[in-house]
């Protein structure tokens, strides 16, 4: 409900010069409300960045609490194992997230294409184009992060592999990927069950 407010209130910001501008009998009214429109919606769309990158913090958490505290159950499960698969404390974080998320994109579905100046603003638009610009940094972090590669690397096991030759390379390159496999894997997961 507060966005609504905030959306109503900018809107309401070009009213005043624009009129004067009117008033004028000024040939630049359509060229100056387009250029100073296109600057609040710039304006409108990096304050409400915001709200996609809290989104992808929050799937983080959910990322990590998936992929390294709580295992996919099997289809059948004994009722002695079932209370330690629970993990309640890790499903209460969960479902606090999930909440979170939940909330934030919420509050952006709810508005109403508004009119600023003479552009019209879509905040579910937004909230999209948010969501696709943090996915891709993401992604892009991770497989970064993964591929830099060193004259000689470690693997997880501290073996120096450069000197092994290419099968001592390859585990070097296996190791990146399975790590990236994890990473892309809890992701998914972590959209998957919000």
């Known amino acids: ?93 969960l479902a606090e997230r999930t909440h979170r998320i939940t909330m934030f994109t919420e509050g952006m579905l709810m508005l109403d294409k508004v009119l600023m100046g003479v552009t019209e603003i879509e905040p579910k638009e937004i909230l999209i184009d948010g969501l696709r610009k943090e996915l891709c940094k993401k992604m892009a972090f991770m497989l970064h992060k993964e591929f830099i590669f060193k004259d000689a690397e470690v693997t997880s096991t501290n073996v120096d592999h450069s000197k092994q030759g290419a099968m001592g390379e390859f585990g070097v390159y296996e190791a990146k990927f399975l790590r990236l496999k994890a990473n892309f894997v809890g992701l998914k997961r972590s959209i998957e069950y919000i």
Do not use: H, W
Request: proline share 3%; with cysteine; glycine share 2%.
């Open 1 to 93: 409900m507060l966005l609504k407010t905030v959306f109503i209130k900018l809107s309401t910001i070009m009213e005043k010069p624009l009129m004067r501008i009117l008033q004028a009998s000024s040939p630049d009214l359509a060229s100056v409300s387009k250029y100073y429109s296109g600057q609040l919606f710039k304006f409108v769309k990096s304050v409400l960045y915001i709200i996609p990158v809290n989104i992808f913090k929050q799937l983080d958490g959910i990322s990590n609490i998936l992929s390294k505290d709580i295992n996919e159950l099997e289809t059948r499960i004994s009722k002695e194992t079932l209370r330690d698969a629970c993990k309640f404390e890790q499903r209460y974080e």
